[in-house]
T-cell receptor, first 112, second 111 residues
Framework: SQTIHQWPATLVQPVGSPLSLECTVEGTSNPNLYWYRQAAGRGLQLLFY??????ISSEVPQNLSASRPQDRQFILSSKKLLLSDSGFYLCAWSGVPSAKLFFGSGTQLSVL | RKEVEQDPGPFNVPEGATVAFNCTYSNSASQSFFWYRQDCRKEPKLLMS?????NEDGRFTAQLNRASQYISLLIRDSKLSDSATYLC????????????WGAGTKLIIKP
């Protein structure tokens, strides 16, 4: 069966520090991968999606970047965090676009 | 108008009661519809897909009304464990890869 791992679960970082969140998927090949951010009381906002190694699409301009160095690995990064980067970050995968998503357990990021 | 709108609630419902909530969407061309459940500070989990003819999964029934552009979720014989936020999801118009998420409806089942 397929599983998705995301870490860390919580992270407290000072403003201006770098960020690296990692997500890996097991039990499937060539998944569509996604990074979402969820702000309190709001719907999930798609940040990045990837349909293959090295293929990254950004949905919103921001202080973040994503990379997919391996088929089942998706990384969310920032060189310098802003206060506004605080939020709940979720990695997800799907078999085909616009299909049901399966999420990692999320990372609660607090930028202070 | 938001692309996907939900009543944020909370809906306070006694255990054993039936509760229903709707979600409206703006893109008449949408083809994929889902209900997800999210517990506090946890990841969303797929509850059920929504099919054109309506579908049922145990105590849960989902319906799609294309004419009025809304989907609904009905929960019968509610349990304390049904307390959660229910997220409505619809595929967007800008990209085949983007699902548009509602902000969720909070449900609280009281003993």
């Amino acid at each position: 069966s397929q599983t998705i791992h995301q870490w860390p679960a919580t992270l407290v970082q000072p403003v201006g520090s770098p960020l690296s969140l990692e997500c890996t998927v097991e039990g499937t090949s060539n998944p569509n991968l996604y990074w979402y951010r969820q702000a309190a009381g709001r719907g999930l906002q798609l940040l990045f999606y990837s349909v293959g190694i090295g293929q990254i699409s950004s949905e919103v301009p921001q202080n973040l970047s994503a990379s997919r160095p391996q088929d089942r690995q998706f990384i969310l990064s920032s060189k310098k965090l802003l206060l506004s980067d605080s939020g709940f970050y979720l990695c997800a995968w799907s078999g085909v676009p616009s299909a049901k998503l399966f999420f990692g357990s999320g990372t609660q990021l607090s930028v202070l | 108008r938001k692309e996907v709108e939900q009543d944020p609630g909370p809906f306070n419902v006694p255990e054993g009661a039936t509760v229903a909530f709707n979600c409206t969407y703006s893109n008449s061309a949408s083809q994929s519809f889902f209900w997800y459940r999210q517990d506090c500070r946890k990841e969303p989990k797929l509850l059920m897909s929504v099919y054109s003819s309506g579908n049922e999964d145990g105590r849960f029934t989902a319906q799609l009304n294309r004419a009025s552009q809304y989907i609904s979720l009905l929960i019968r014989d509610s349990k304390l464990s049904d307390s959660a936020t229910y997220l409505c999801v619809v595929n967007g118009e800008d990209s085949n890869y983007q699902l548009i998420w509602g902000a969720g409806t909070k449900l609280i089942i009281k003993p």
